[in-house]
């Protein structure tokens, strides 16, 4: 709660002008879909594959090499160029007001093994369309602005985990997708584990942190919405669930004396769906991994092990689903003669709202762009959830075509990218303008 509070003072102090963002001008600045697009195909080089997506997997020799093209756009934009302790390359662009913190704002590059080209990519590729929008237009901000690419993202957010103070010796000795543990991977490509806490930001530290997103749903694509405002990054909770009967000889056992265990996780399997979609919201459970005990064809399973995940944004309704699930389970138990224990796995990632303020102010610029938008929870995890902890954050969705990501087969359009950073362009312009009744 205390987190909470400081960012939400942090917020009040930086953005005193909300609601009343300033309009557009009747001609506002827009992104390039054409610049855009030639920069998403000028990264899915490194590490294409031949479904048509990339496998950039943080740390291996593609992601080296999309990391050095993204070191020479940044610089040829006329950005200064480090790469921090955990790995993240972040390009600065001077602002006029000495004192002033950064406005952070960018994504990642690295990408799923056979992933698809545009989930973090678009986010970064927009933060050098806002650059080169500023630089086209003679525009100086009185912040400094800071373009990051985020390591490691599918990883385990590990370069905004090392940002927020948060990245672990047990995270860096973990093996990462490229054969080598985080640890060496961050060393391989510029960053110093070994002086980890030196990538740490504090709370007052940034400004505000804007991250542009694909949505990797379909709420945007298939309701013709151009702009989605994320609410927050939804928290996860994990369960290992047993059920446990008693195992049988499956020819000799009639069906009216069987404790079938896995006739009671099928049964606990489909009260969890219909626990999810009994209740109002966008909340999710679902079971991903099931086996059966002994695991013979000709033995009644003894025993099941299946996992459980909630997902939402409010911590106290992912406990709701979890108690009437509970619930469900005892009466289960009960009528097929076995019991069900649940497990949770300490693993959890509480929800992580954005800033209401930042919320306000994305709105307001896709308002001025006269483009539709929805205010909507992000189911999947990015760096802003980090983020979200340090300062005041705000994320961007663009439509994803079909939903589908993580895939080959991912795709936004040239101009739903353009939409996006138009929306992040002038969101920046808003948070820059925010601070002038504080002198900060």
Do not use: C
Request: aromatic content about 4%; cysteine-free; proline content about 5%.
């Amino acid at each position: 709660m205390l987190r909470h509070t400081v960012i939400a003072g942090l917020s009040a102090a930086l953005f005193p002008f909300l609601p009343l963002a300033t309009p557009a001008a009747d001609d506002p600045i827009t992104a390039s879909p054409e610049r855009m697009q030639g920069r998403i195909d000028a990264l899915a080089r490194f590490g294409a594959n031949p479904e048509g997506g990339v496998s950039r997997v943080a740390f291996s020799d593609a992601d080296v090499e999309g990391r050095a093209w993204l070191a020479q756009e940044m610089e040829a934009l006329g950005l200064e160029v480090r790469v921090d302790a955990a790995g993240n390359i972040i390009g600065r662009r001077a602002g006029s007001e000495r004192g002033l913190k950064p406005i952070l704002f960018g994504s990642h590059i690295d990408s799923v093994p056979g992933g698809g080209n545009y989930d973090g990519q678009v986010g970064v590729v927009g933060a050098l369309e806002v650059v080169s929008l500023l630089n086209e237009h003679d525009i100086v901000t009185r912040h400094p602005l800071e373009v990051v690419s985020f390591t490691d993202e599918e990883g385990g957010l590990t370069g905004s985990r090392a940002m927020i103070g948060k990245l672990t010796d047990a995270a860096m000795d973990t093996m990462s997708h490229s054969g080598l543990t985080v640890r060496d991977g961050i060393a391989r490509v510029g960053g110093d584990p070994a002086n980890i806490e030196a990538a740490a930001q504090k709370p007052g530290d940034i400004a505000a942190f804007l991250e542009l997103h694909i949505e990797q749903g379909a709420y945007l694509h298939e309701g013709d919405i151009d702009i989605g405002v994320v609410e927050g990054i939804v928290g996860i909770r994990w369960w290992d669930v047993t059920i446990t009967g008693v195992a049988n000889h499956a020819g000799t056992t009639p069906m009216n004396r069987r404790q079938d265990a896995m006739v009671a996780a099928a049964r606990l399997a489909l009260a969890i769906n219909q626990t999810a979609n009994d209740l109002e919201g966008r909340q999710v459970a679902t079971v991903g991994r099931i086996q059966a005990f002994p695991g013979a064809p000709n033995v009644i399973p003894g025993e099941v092990r299946m996992s459980l995940e909630i997902r939402d944004l409010d911590a106290a309704k992912m406990q709701r689903v979890f108690d009437l699930i509970e619930i469900e389970a005892n009466g289960i138990a009960d009528e097929s003669g076995t019991s069900i224990e649940f497990g949770e796995i300490d693993v959890a990632s509480p929800p992580a709202p954005t800033d209401e303020a930042m919320r306000d102010v994305i709105a307001g610029a896709a308002g001025s762009l006269g483009l539709s938008h929805l205010y909507m929870p992000s189911g999947a995890g990015h760096d802003a959830q980090d983020m979200a902890m340090i300062t005041p954050t705000g994320m961007i969705f663009v439509p994803s075509v079909g939903g589908i990501s993580h895939s080959p087969h991912e795709f936004t359009s040239a101009e739903d990218m353009a939409n996006g950073a138009s929306v992040l362009f002038h969101s920046i312009l808003a948070v820059d303008r925010g601070n002038e009744q504080t002198g900060r």
